[in-house]
């Protein structure tokens, strides 16, 4: 089946250093993908979305690339902070007409103080 | 606080048995959808209704079957349990019923499901 993202890695940033989280997908006809961010204990957060029809998008401390060519998507979070430690998963809309978010298998980022 | 409210936090249960897991949406959410967390698995979508009619269909064994109320709230049913049931269930809602910008997915806390 499809399969978006890689197997879990592991991801250690010094505090107030930036951040970036890459993740492959595997459908060339996703149009729309998301970033989620997991803490331990909670449910997933949304963080930032971006449609196909654009390469990049921003929000705060948060910047979302989309590289079409070659089916990848990275998160880059900008002078990280303790509170951004958890497990970030990136998600993909696939099977239209039957629409459903694939999630990848995530990356957990620690932020070393 | 996401506002997506689901009850119990935690349940244990013995393998044949069947548990009800419960879901209130976000205030105004129409969509309710179902994801399952494992360790080996991780996020799989289960299931997707939209105002009371099912919209979406995943990897939901057949064992398991959901619903929603006409007052939005919906519920999971897992049935005849395995310990390969045990897992993390999160619900989540949306406003509409396309994934799509626009249409953010808000993810409740999950209810941890373990099966002995």
């Known amino acids: 089946g499809e399969s978006v993202g890689l197997h879990l890695p592991t991801l250690s940033v010094q505090e107030g250093d930036n951040s970036i989280i890459n993740c492959a997908y595997s459908?060339?006809?996703?149009?729309?993908f998301i970033w989620y961010k997991q803490e331990s204990g909670k449910g997933p957060q949304f963080i930032i979305d971006?449609?196909?029809?654009?390469d990049k998008r921003q929000g705060q401390r948060v910047t979302v690339l989309l590289n079409k060519t070659v089916k990848h998507l990275s998160l880059q979070i900008a002078a990280t902070q303790p509170g951004d430690s958890a497990v970030y998963f990136c998600?993909?809309?696939?099977?239209?007409?039957?629409?459903?978010?694939?999630f990848g298998t995530g990356t957990r980022l620690t932020i070393i103080p | 606080d996401s506002g997506v409210t689901q009850t119990p936090k935690h349940l244990i249960t013995a393998t044949g048995q069947r548990v009800t897991l419960r879901c209130s949406p976000r205030?105004?959410?129409?969509?309710v959808y179902w994801y399952q967390q494992s360790l080996d698995q991780g996020l799989q979508f289960l299931i997707q209704?939209?105002?009371?009619?099912?919209?979406a269909k995943g990897n939901i064994l057949e064992r398991f079957s959901a619903q929603q109320f006409p007052d939005l709230h919906s519920e999971l049913n897992l049935s005849s349990l395995e310990l390969g049931d045990s897992a993390l269930y999160f619900c989540?809602?949306?406003?509409?019923?396309?994934?799509?910008?626009?249409?953010?997915?808000?993810f409740g806390e999950g209810s941890w499901l373990t099966v002995v």
């Open positions: 205030s105004g959410d129409l969509s």
């Open positions: 209704y939209y105002n009371g009619e099912e919209r």
């Open positions: 459908n060339s006809a996703s149009d729309y």
């Open positions: 989540a809602s949306s406003v509409a019923g396309q994934v799509n910008a626009g249409n953010t997915i808000y």
């Open positions: 998600a993909e809309k696939t099977n239209f007409g039957n629409e459903k978010l694939t």
């Open positions: 971006i449609r196909s029809n654009m």
